[in-house]
Protein backbone atom coordinates (compact mmCIF):
# COMPACT_ATOMS: atom_id res chain seq x y z
CA UNK A 1 0.00 0.00 0.00
CA UNK A 2 1.40 3.37 -1.05
CA UNK A 3 2.46 5.51 2.01
CA UNK A 4 1.60 9.08 1.59
CA UNK A 5 1.87 12.26 3.81
CA UNK A 6 0.00 15.19 2.61
CA UNK A 7 1.26 18.15 4.15
CA UNK A 8 -1.46 20.75 4.39
CA UNK A 9 -5.11 20.47 6.26
CA UNK A 10 -6.71 23.03 3.99
CA UNK A 11 -9.12 22.25 1.45
CA UNK A 12 -7.15 21.28 -0.94
CA UNK A 13 -4.84 19.08 1.12
CA UNK A 14 -8.23 17.44 2.26
CA UNK A 15 -9.92 16.64 -1.05
CA UNK A 16 -6.42 15.83 -2.19
CA UNK A 17 -6.54 13.18 1.32
CA UNK A 18 -10.30 12.01 1.19
CA UNK A 19 -9.39 10.88 -2.65
CA UNK A 20 -5.96 8.65 -2.34
CA UNK A 21 -7.90 7.06 1.01
CA UNK A 22 -10.85 6.41 -1.19
CA UNK A 23 -8.50 4.91 -3.42
CA UNK A 24 -6.62 2.44 -0.90
CA UNK A 25 -3.27 4.42 -0.38
CA UNK A 26 -2.34 4.86 3.25
CA UNK A 27 -2.78 8.13 3.79
CA UNK A 28 -2.09 10.95 6.47
CA UNK A 29 -2.42 14.62 6.71
CA UNK A 30 -0.59 16.68 8.97
CA UNK A 31 -1.34 20.32 9.71
CA UNK A 32 -0.53 22.32 12.91
CA UNK A 33 -4.27 23.38 13.51
CA UNK A 34 -6.07 19.94 11.93
CA UNK A 35 -9.30 21.57 13.91
CA UNK A 36 -8.78 24.87 13.37
CA UNK A 37 -9.30 27.68 11.35
CA UNK A 38 -6.07 28.53 10.14
CA UNK A 39 -6.74 28.67 6.20
CA UNK A 40 -7.58 30.38 3.06
CA UNK A 41 -10.49 28.60 3.16
CA UNK A 42 -12.20 29.36 6.48
CA UNK A 43 -12.15 33.13 5.16
CA UNK A 44 -13.28 32.03 1.52
CA UNK A 45 -17.14 32.63 0.40
CA UNK A 46 -17.43 29.62 -1.81
CA UNK A 47 -18.36 30.74 -5.00
CA UNK A 48 -17.93 28.67 -7.71
CA UNK A 49 -17.48 30.64 -10.68
CA UNK A 50 -15.19 29.50 -13.45
CA UNK A 51 -16.24 32.70 -15.61
CA UNK A 52 -14.04 35.14 -12.86
CA UNK A 53 -10.96 34.95 -15.06
CA UNK A 54 -10.29 36.37 -18.58
CA UNK A 55 -10.33 33.04 -20.89
CA UNK A 56 -8.09 35.29 -23.51
CA UNK A 57 -5.63 35.72 -20.63
CA UNK A 58 -5.60 32.34 -18.97
CA UNK A 59 -6.62 29.37 -21.29
CA UNK A 60 -5.74 27.24 -19.55
CA UNK A 61 -6.84 27.92 -16.31
CA UNK A 62 -10.21 28.76 -17.71
CA UNK A 63 -9.68 24.77 -18.72
CA UNK A 64 -8.73 23.65 -15.23
CA UNK A 65 -11.80 26.13 -13.66
CA UNK A 66 -13.82 24.35 -16.04
CA UNK A 67 -12.74 20.88 -15.36
CA UNK A 68 -13.07 21.08 -11.64
CA UNK A 69 -16.55 23.08 -12.16
CA UNK A 70 -18.00 19.77 -13.34
CA UNK A 71 -16.26 17.94 -11.11
CA UNK A 72 -18.79 19.61 -8.35
CA UNK A 73 -21.90 17.31 -8.31
CA UNK A 74 -20.08 14.44 -7.84
CA UNK A 75 -17.73 15.63 -5.35
CA UNK A 76 -20.61 16.95 -2.70
CA UNK A 77 -22.61 12.78 -3.55
CA UNK A 78 -19.67 11.99 -1.09
CA UNK A 79 -19.96 14.78 1.36
CA UNK A 80 -23.83 15.49 2.04
CA UNK A 81 -24.88 18.81 2.59
CA UNK A 82 -22.22 21.48 2.52
CA UNK A 83 -24.38 24.18 0.86
CA UNK A 84 -23.98 23.72 -3.04
CA UNK A 85 -26.75 26.18 -3.82
CA UNK A 86 -27.24 26.49 -8.11
CA UNK A 87 -29.48 29.35 -7.83
CA UNK A 88 -27.02 31.22 -9.62
CA UNK A 89 -25.18 34.95 -9.32
CA UNK A 90 -26.62 37.99 -10.34
CA UNK A 91 -24.56 40.70 -11.37
CA UNK A 92 -25.39 44.23 -10.29
CA UNK A 93 -24.17 48.09 -11.59
CA UNK A 94 -25.04 51.12 -9.44
CA UNK A 95 -24.46 53.54 -11.66
CA UNK A 96 -24.31 54.78 -15.21
CA UNK A 97 -20.10 54.58 -14.55
CA UNK A 98 -20.70 51.36 -12.71
CA UNK A 99 -22.96 50.15 -15.81
CA UNK A 100 -20.41 50.87 -18.51
CA UNK A 101 -17.76 48.97 -16.50
CA UNK A 102 -19.78 46.11 -16.00
CA UNK A 103 -20.88 45.94 -19.17
CA UNK A 104 -17.37 45.24 -20.64
CA UNK A 105 -17.47 41.91 -18.12
CA UNK A 106 -21.16 40.81 -19.18
CA UNK A 107 -20.51 40.97 -22.92
CA UNK A 108 -17.22 39.03 -22.12
CA UNK A 109 -18.91 36.36 -20.46
CA UNK A 110 -21.64 36.49 -23.19
CA UNK A 111 -24.50 37.40 -20.61
CA UNK A 112 -27.75 39.07 -21.04
CA UNK A 113 -27.85 42.73 -19.65
CA UNK A 114 -31.31 42.82 -17.64
CA UNK A 115 -33.17 46.39 -16.76
CA UNK A 116 -33.23 47.52 -12.80
CA UNK A 117 -36.23 46.33 -12.66
CA UNK A 118 -35.78 43.17 -14.56
CA UNK A 119 -32.96 42.45 -11.98
CA UNK A 120 -35.87 43.74 -9.07
CA UNK A 121 -38.21 40.92 -10.46
CA UNK A 122 -35.72 38.00 -9.69
CA UNK A 123 -34.07 39.39 -6.46
CA UNK A 124 -36.65 42.13 -4.98
CA UNK A 125 -34.09 43.19 -2.08
CA UNK A 126 -31.84 45.06 -4.85
CA UNK A 127 -31.85 48.88 -4.45
CA UNK A 128 -33.98 51.03 -6.62
CA UNK A 129 -31.31 53.20 -7.10
CA UNK A 130 -29.35 49.60 -9.12
CA UNK A 131 -29.29 50.62 -12.74
CA UNK A 132 -28.77 47.47 -14.39
CA UNK A 133 -27.97 43.86 -14.15
CA UNK A 134 -27.15 40.14 -15.66
CA UNK A 135 -27.84 36.88 -14.65
CA UNK A 136 -24.52 34.33 -14.43
CA UNK A 137 -27.35 31.76 -14.33
CA UNK A 138 -24.44 28.49 -13.94
CA UNK A 139 -22.21 30.90 -11.06
CA UNK A 140 -22.71 28.75 -8.02
CA UNK A 141 -21.71 28.72 -4.34
CA UNK A 142 -20.48 26.21 -2.16
CA UNK A 143 -19.92 26.67 1.97
CA UNK A 144 -15.79 26.16 2.25
CA UNK A 145 -16.90 25.49 6.41
CA UNK A 146 -19.04 23.01 5.60
CA UNK A 147 -16.72 21.46 2.79
CA UNK A 148 -13.97 21.49 5.51
CA UNK A 149 -15.89 19.72 8.25
CA UNK A 150 -16.92 16.88 6.17
CA UNK A 151 -13.15 16.22 4.25
CA UNK A 152 -12.03 16.31 7.84
CA UNK A 153 -14.85 13.62 8.91
CA UNK A 154 -13.68 11.50 6.57
CA UNK A 155 -10.30 11.22 7.30
CA UNK A 156 -10.67 11.60 11.35
CA UNK A 157 -8.86 9.08 12.17
CA UNK A 158 -6.28 10.52 9.16
CA UNK A 159 -5.22 13.90 10.68
CA UNK A 160 -1.85 14.69 12.77
CA UNK A 161 -1.21 17.55 14.37
CA UNK A 162 1.82 18.88 13.44
CA UNK A 163 3.63 21.65 11.94
CA UNK A 164 5.92 20.48 9.19
CA UNK A 165 9.43 22.52 8.77
CA UNK A 166 11.22 19.91 7.06
CA UNK A 167 10.41 17.45 4.48
CA UNK A 168 12.70 14.76 5.13
CA UNK A 169 11.34 13.95 8.33
CA UNK A 170 8.35 12.81 7.29
CA UNK A 171 7.99 8.55 6.77
CA UNK A 172 5.71 7.83 3.61
CA UNK A 173 6.86 6.89 -0.14
CA UNK A 174 5.48 9.87 -1.73
CA UNK A 175 4.80 13.80 0.13
CA UNK A 176 2.09 16.02 -0.85
CA UNK A 177 3.00 19.58 0.00
CA UNK A 178 -0.50 21.36 0.27
CA UNK A 179 0.15 23.98 2.59
CA UNK A 180 -1.64 26.98 0.92
CA UNK A 181 0.93 30.07 1.73
CA UNK A 182 3.02 27.81 4.24
CA UNK A 183 4.32 26.16 0.81
CA UNK A 184 6.37 28.64 -0.09
CA UNK A 185 8.71 28.25 3.17
CA UNK A 186 8.85 24.42 2.65
CA UNK A 187 9.29 23.98 -1.27
CA UNK A 188 11.22 27.91 -2.25
CA UNK A 189 8.36 28.13 -4.96
CA UNK A 190 6.69 31.13 -5.80
CA UNK A 191 3.74 31.28 -3.69
CA UNK A 192 2.73 34.85 -2.28
CA UNK A 193 0.20 35.86 0.23
CA UNK A 194 -2.54 38.08 -1.19
CA UNK A 195 -4.56 39.36 1.61
CA UNK A 196 -8.32 39.82 1.36
CA UNK A 197 -10.51 41.09 4.30
CA UNK A 198 -14.11 39.10 4.28
CA UNK A 199 -17.48 40.15 6.70
CA UNK A 200 -20.38 37.53 7.80
CA UNK A 201 -23.78 39.44 8.43
CA UNK A 202 -26.84 37.44 9.78
CA UNK A 203 -30.28 37.97 9.43
CA UNK A 204 -33.99 36.56 8.73
CA UNK A 205 -33.00 34.00 5.79
CA UNK A 206 -34.57 34.57 2.18
CA UNK A 207 -33.35 38.34 1.76
CA UNK A 208 -31.15 37.08 -1.43
CA UNK A 209 -31.86 33.82 -2.82
CA UNK A 210 -28.90 34.55 -5.54
CA UNK A 211 -24.82 35.27 -5.13
CA UNK A 212 -24.99 38.82 -5.72
CA UNK A 213 -21.67 40.48 -7.86
CA UNK A 214 -21.77 44.22 -7.77
CA UNK A 215 -20.15 47.41 -8.18
CA UNK A 216 -21.22 50.39 -6.75
CA UNK A 217 -19.56 54.09 -6.89
CA UNK A 218 -16.14 51.78 -8.41
CA UNK A 219 -16.83 49.70 -5.08
CA UNK A 220 -15.97 46.03 -5.80
CA UNK A 221 -18.82 44.07 -3.77
CA UNK A 222 -20.51 39.85 -3.55
CA UNK A 223 -22.64 38.93 -1.56
CA UNK A 224 -23.05 35.36 -0.91
CA UNK A 225 -26.38 33.96 1.11
CA UNK A 226 -26.46 30.88 2.59
CA UNK A 227 -29.47 29.25 3.61
CA UNK A 228 -29.25 30.10 7.25
CA UNK A 229 -29.73 33.96 7.22
CA UNK A 230 -25.74 34.73 7.19
CA UNK A 231 -24.65 36.60 4.06
CA UNK A 232 -21.09 36.81 3.46
CA UNK A 233 -19.39 39.59 2.16
CA UNK A 234 -16.23 39.85 0.25
CA UNK A 235 -13.57 40.86 0.03
CA UNK A 236 -10.57 43.20 -0.48
CA UNK A 237 -7.69 42.20 -2.61
CA UNK A 238 -4.35 43.67 -1.20
CA UNK A 239 -0.75 42.92 -1.87
CA UNK A 240 -0.31 42.38 2.15
CA UNK A 241 1.08 39.99 4.27
CA UNK A 242 -0.47 41.13 7.77
CA UNK A 243 -3.59 40.06 9.38
CA UNK A 244 -5.35 43.36 10.14
CA UNK A 245 -8.53 43.99 9.65
CA UNK A 246 -9.10 48.04 8.49
CA UNK A 247 -11.56 50.73 8.46
CA UNK A 248 -11.07 51.37 5.29
CA UNK A 249 -11.60 48.07 4.44
CA UNK A 250 -14.38 47.32 6.03
CA UNK A 251 -16.01 50.49 5.52
CA UNK A 252 -16.16 49.70 1.52
CA UNK A 253 -17.08 46.34 1.71
CA UNK A 254 -20.10 47.37 3.93
CA UNK A 255 -21.25 50.56 1.58
CA UNK A 256 -21.01 48.69 -1.23
CA UNK A 257 -23.64 45.72 0.21
CA UNK A 258 -26.05 48.29 1.43
CA UNK A 259 -25.90 50.54 -1.79
CA UNK A 260 -26.65 46.98 -3.32
CA UNK A 261 -28.68 45.60 -0.92
CA UNK A 262 -30.53 48.80 1.51
CA UNK A 263 -31.88 45.84 3.52
CA UNK A 264 -28.80 44.15 4.87
CA UNK A 265 -28.84 47.52 6.97
CA UNK A 266 -30.43 45.56 9.84
CA UNK A 267 -28.67 42.40 9.89
CA UNK A 268 -26.34 41.66 12.45
CA UNK A 269 -22.29 42.09 11.93
CA UNK A 270 -21.47 38.81 13.05
CA UNK A 271 -17.54 38.19 11.53
CA UNK A 272 -14.90 39.86 10.69
CA UNK A 273 -11.99 37.83 9.03
CA UNK A 274 -8.95 38.04 7.13
CA UNK A 275 -7.56 35.62 5.08
CA UNK A 276 -4.51 35.21 2.25
CA UNK A 277 -4.86 33.86 -1.04
CA UNK A 278 -1.81 31.98 -2.22
CA UNK A 279 -1.10 33.74 -5.07
CA UNK A 280 1.66 32.97 -8.51
CA UNK A 281 3.44 35.20 -10.45
CA UNK A 282 1.19 33.77 -13.76
CA UNK A 283 -1.99 33.24 -11.01
CA UNK A 284 -2.11 29.55 -12.12
CA UNK A 285 -1.80 27.13 -9.22
CA UNK A 286 1.43 25.24 -8.59
CA UNK A 287 0.38 21.14 -9.47
CA UNK A 288 3.23 18.18 -10.06
CA UNK A 289 5.85 16.45 -9.09
CA UNK A 290 8.81 18.43 -7.62
CA UNK A 291 11.18 15.54 -7.31
CA UNK A 292 11.05 11.70 -7.13
CA UNK A 293 9.31 11.76 -3.69
CA UNK A 294 7.67 15.23 -3.40
CA UNK A 295 4.52 16.30 -5.04
CA UNK A 296 3.01 19.98 -4.73
CA UNK A 297 -0.74 20.93 -5.09
CA UNK A 298 -0.62 24.84 -3.82
CA UNK A 299 -1.05 28.22 -5.44
CA UNK A 300 -4.45 28.24 -5.79
CA UNK A 301 -4.95 31.65 -5.22
CA UNK A 302 -8.82 32.96 -5.90
CA UNK A 303 -9.86 29.99 -6.78
CA UNK A 304 -8.61 27.11 -4.34
CA UNK A 305 -12.21 26.52 -3.33
CA UNK A 306 -13.35 26.08 -7.26
CA UNK A 307 -9.75 23.83 -7.73
CA UNK A 308 -10.44 21.49 -5.23
CA UNK A 309 -11.89 18.36 -6.78
CA UNK A 310 -9.93 18.51 -10.25
CA UNK A 311 -7.10 19.04 -8.03
CA UNK A 312 -7.62 15.92 -5.70
CA UNK A 313 -8.00 14.12 -9.19
CA UNK A 314 -5.30 14.83 -11.13
CA UNK A 315 -2.93 14.65 -7.87
CA UNK A 316 -4.43 11.51 -6.59
CA UNK A 317 -3.49 9.80 -10.13
CA UNK A 318 -0.29 11.11 -10.34
CA UNK A 319 0.25 9.67 -6.73
CA UNK A 320 -1.25 6.33 -7.57
CA UNK A 321 -0.41 5.55 -11.14
CA UNK A 322 2.09 7.91 -11.77
CA UNK A 323 0.37 9.30 -15.04
CA UNK A 324 0.46 13.06 -15.20
CA UNK A 325 -3.07 14.19 -17.22
CA UNK A 326 -2.61 16.81 -19.87
CA UNK A 327 -4.49 19.23 -17.95
CA UNK A 328 -0.93 19.18 -15.41
CA UNK A 329 1.64 20.55 -18.30
CA UNK A 330 0.62 24.55 -18.36
CA UNK A 331 1.13 23.68 -13.72
CA UNK A 332 4.21 22.65 -13.62
CA UNK A 333 5.72 23.63 -9.96
CA UNK A 334 8.89 24.06 -11.56
CA UNK A 335 8.10 26.65 -14.53
CA UNK A 336 9.42 29.87 -12.95
CA UNK A 337 12.56 28.82 -12.85
C1 LIG B 1 -10.87 36.56 1.00
C2 LIG B 1 -10.83 35.30 0.20
C3 LIG B 1 -11.93 34.94 -0.57
C4 LIG B 1 -11.89 33.79 -1.37
N1 LIG B 1 -12.99 33.43 -2.09
C5 LIG B 1 -12.96 32.31 -2.87
C6 LIG B 1 -14.09 31.91 -3.61
O1 LIG B 1 -15.16 32.53 -3.52
N2 LIG B 1 -13.99 30.81 -4.42
C7 LIG B 1 -12.82 30.08 -4.51
O2 LIG B 1 -12.79 29.11 -5.28
N3 LIG B 1 -11.74 30.43 -3.78
C8 LIG B 1 -11.77 31.53 -2.98
N4 LIG B 1 -10.67 31.89 -2.25
C9 LIG B 1 -9.41 31.16 -2.45
C10 LIG B 1 -9.32 29.89 -1.60
O3 LIG B 1 -9.71 30.15 -0.28
C11 LIG B 1 -7.87 29.36 -1.62
O4 LIG B 1 -7.39 29.30 -2.93
C12 LIG B 1 -7.86 27.96 -0.98
O5 LIG B 1 -8.30 28.03 0.35
C13 LIG B 1 -6.46 27.36 -1.06
O6 LIG B 1 -6.55 26.11 -0.40
P1 LIG B 1 -5.26 25.46 0.31
O7 LIG B 1 -5.73 24.24 0.99
O8 LIG B 1 -4.17 25.37 -0.71
O9 LIG B 1 -4.78 26.57 1.34
P2 LIG B 1 -5.47 27.01 2.72
O10 LIG B 1 -6.96 26.96 2.62
O11 LIG B 1 -4.86 28.34 3.06
O12 LIG B 1 -4.97 25.90 3.77
C14 LIG B 1 -3.59 25.72 3.99
C15 LIG B 1 -3.42 24.79 5.19
O13 LIG B 1 -2.04 24.43 5.28
C16 LIG B 1 -1.65 24.45 6.64
N5 LIG B 1 -0.21 24.68 6.71
C17 LIG B 1 0.49 25.78 6.35
N6 LIG B 1 1.81 25.60 6.58
C18 LIG B 1 1.96 24.34 7.08
C19 LIG B 1 3.08 23.57 7.52
N7 LIG B 1 4.33 24.07 7.47
N8 LIG B 1 2.86 22.31 7.99
C20 LIG B 1 1.60 21.78 8.03
N9 LIG B 1 0.50 22.49 7.63
C21 LIG B 1 0.68 23.75 7.17
C22 LIG B 1 -2.47 25.58 7.26
O14 LIG B 1 -2.60 25.40 8.67
C23 LIG B 1 -3.81 25.41 6.52
O15 LIG B 1 -4.68 24.54 7.22
C24 LIG B 1 -10.71 33.00 -1.40
C25 LIG B 1 -9.63 33.33 -0.58
C26 LIG B 1 -9.69 34.46 0.23
C27 LIG B 1 -8.54 34.79 1.13
Given amino acids: MTRVAVVGGGIIGLAIAAELLRRGADVTVHDPAPAGTDGAW ?12 SAFEYPHLVRLLEASYERWPGFVAALGDVGYDTTGTLSLALTADDVAEAAREWRHQKLTPLTGSQVRDREPAVSPRVRAGA ?56 IRPVKGQVLRLRGEPGLLRHVIDGVADGRHVYLVPRADGEVVVGATQEERTDGAATAGGVHDLLRAAL ?19 PGTPD ?21 GILLAPITARLIADLVLTGSADPLLEAFAPGRFR
Fill in 259 to 277: DLIPGLAEHELTEITVGHR
Fill in 135 to 190: LAATEYQVDPRKVVAALRALLAERLVPQRVTDLFDLDADTVVVAAGCGTAALTGLP
Fill in 283 to 303: NGPLLGRLDERTVVAAGHFRN
Fill in 42 to 53: HVAAGMLAPGGE
